[in-house]
Each structure stands twice: as C-alpha cells, then as structure tokens.
C-alpha cells in the first residue's frame, strides 16, 4: 500500500488555553486568537494537495478545520476519534484547582500514570488506543494521498510519540502549540515524523499545550 501523508493541526486557541482550564470533551469555541490562527493554517496549507479533511467534532478543532476546508474546496468529515482525551471530574478547573482539590490524582496525572484515568475520563492507555486506531483508520481510506487532522493537544501528543517511539510515561520535550502544522507518514507498518511545530504562518503566536 502506498503510504499517507498527514498533517496533524492542534485547533486554535481558546479563552480556556488561555486560563489554563481543562477543556476535555467540553465544546469550547476558538476565541479571537485562534480564529485568527486559524485563517494563517488555512492560509498556509492553501496550495497544498489534499484528499480529505478530518477533525474531531468539538467546535474548536472544527473550526480551525473549516478555515482549512474554505481554502481547499473540501468538506470537513467530523469523527469523535479525534476528541481530546476525557477527562471527567477535571473538566472545567484550572490546573491550580486540580492540585488544590485533588493532590494525589493530580500526582498521577503529573507524573503521566498510563493507567490513570479522573473519575468519568480516560486513561492515557485507552485515550492513545483510541487515537492510533483513528489514525489507521482514516488514512487507510488515503493511499498515497494527504489528509489533514485536526483535533486537540493531547492527540497531538500522541501522535508524536507513535511516530517517534516515545512511551507515555516519558517527559514531553516537543511543542504542541496551537494551530501548528505538523507532518507524518503513514503506511499499515509505520507511522514516521517529517516535520514538527511549524509556527512560520503564525509569527511564533501559539500557546504550547502545558498539560498534554
């Protein structure tokens, strides 16, 4: 099969990056910023061939994909696979709240416990099986096509640590920003990184997603 080239877009920013709030599975729409993000994505990825455009069915990844899918004539295919991680009882507090409420599970979750998950969420085990079926799924559809993705910090991460052998429990040392671009191969064997947090079209105005 020939491969598939991806390119994975983390929405653009919202009032919660902003205050650092957990937004989870919570429908949370870009604010001025991250439409503003938005269009430069669209912009930049305007002379680009693609196949089809996916994005996770919350309004903040949608939106970014929707100033994408006006540039390139596409519609934008909404699947939940691409939802950011659940994160249950945290949703909608702050990072401080989170340490302040609950010490020991913000410990786990600090520490990046695989098998954590905050009451009603999901566990990073079961959040990076959900997103690496997603991916298989969707680019299949593709061969030797381009696709982009569009969801959410944490499904960025997830990505990058597929393709580069990363374990979940190992620190993040890469960007996450929002609306970055970011650039994979992918066949039924392997997913590989080509290019990472590319900002060029936002003039470095991209928060970095602290808690992925």
Do not use: C
Request: cysteine-free; hydrophobic content about 45%.
């Amino acid at each position: 099969m020939d491969a598939t080239r991806i390119i994975a877009i983390r929405h653009g920013e919202t009032a919660w990056n902003v205050d650092t709030r957990i937004q989870g599975h919570l429908d949370i729409p870009l604010n001025d910023m991250g439409r503003w993000q938005a269009r430069r994505v669209g912009a930049a990825l305007a002379g680009e061939a693609l196949s089809a455009i996916y994005a996770s069915d919350l309004g903040r990844a949608h939106q970014t994909a929707q100033a994408v899918a006006d540039r390139a004539g596409l519609p934008v295919v909404a699947d939940v696979g691409l939802r950011e991680r659940a994160f249950g009882t945290f949703e909608g507090k702050t990072f401080a709240e989170i340490e302040a409420d609950w010490p020991d599970q913000a410990l786990r979750w600090r520490k990046r416990d695989p098998a954590f998950e905050p009451a009603g969420g999901e566990s990073l085990l079961r959040f990076r099986e959900r997103i690496v079926g997603t991916l298989n799924r969707l680019a299949a559809r593709h061969p030797g096509g381009q696709i982009v993705l569009v969801g959410h910090g944490g499904v960025m991460d997830v990505l990058y640590r597929a393709a580069t052998g990363q374990e979940l429990q190992a620190p993040r040392t890469w960007a996450l920003g929002n609306a970055a671009i970011n650039r994979l191969l992918w066949t039924p064997e392997t997913l590989t990184l080509v290019g990472w947090a590319d900002t060029a079209h936002l003039d470095g105005a991209a928060l970095d997603e602290i808690s992925a």
